[in-house]
């Protein structure tokens, strides 16, 4: 990704040290985070440090790789956050890969580079779902910084840029990962906005968005599709207003074991998120994920082609 005119990871290995652009201090500032073995990683990714599926599950191998007690790393991992089915995947690939006698180091950096490909090749098939003059609606944050480089749903975005496309990026309450997008597509020259979560369904109504693209966290075999909380809503407004409604993602997405949206683990996080703008104390329930049935979704971009549901 683009970042002050300089190619950039959002994350990356010095030596053994995990290097990471700090999540929760965007867009202010750009801080690096550095995790020394595979509790500061797991405080990482517990603690939005680190965030997205594909980059979670990037950190994680590269926990495993630097812990010197593998099966107390690959224990501590996998309990730091449950939707993302990356995180799984990573972590099994690493337990294959050390099975095999591979070197723990080269595998989580064959693993991340693996990932930057499948994204790479995710942002050519999608970009030509793209028409010059589209106006794009996305969800969350699936960009680079979610996913090492280029992204999931902006990955065809990014690679669309020689075109004249205009980006709605949805606030995303209540993390904001939507200031994270616009982070990324301001630094990329891409022109777009900022909405409110409530004002998506304004806009594609008025006739203003042209297809929406999201990224997802797990994928059951059915083609329900686990994403930041509102994609479900975003989706039902879409089908509504009869604009294509894209899910972007790698293959690994897919549980084999989940048959459908219903069997996916949905993470509660704190009370805290939702209450911290106005300080206010009362019940709150804070569903980070939902499930956006396979009905509401016209293609799956892969990094083997695109997938009709
Ligand atoms: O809670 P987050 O910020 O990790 O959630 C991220 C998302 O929901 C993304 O849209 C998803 O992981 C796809 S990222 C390429």
Redesign the pocket.
Known sequence: MLVNGKQMKSLWRDGTEIKMID?RILPQRIEIFTARDENEIAYAIKE?VV??????GVAAAYGIAIAEDKDYAVNLLSKT?P??H?LFYAITYMKDAIEHGKDALESADEYMNAIIEK?RKIGENGKKLIKNGYKILT?????AL??IDY????APIRMAKDKEIFVWVDE?RP?L?GL?TSWELYHEGISHAVIADNAAGYFMEKGEVDMVI????RIALNYDV????G?YEKAVVAKENEIPFYV??PLN?FDKDIENGNQIKI?E?SMEEVTKIYNFKTGVRNP??DITPAKYITGIITEEGIIKP
Do not use: S, Y
């Open positions: 999540q939005m965030r997205g599926a594909p980059a979670i956050r939707t993302a990356d994204c969800h969350c944050n699936a960009g979610a996913t992204g999931t749903a902006l995303t993390r990962q994270l999201v990224g997802a966290d686990a994403n930041k909380i994609t972007a993602a997405t993470e996080r980070a994920f």
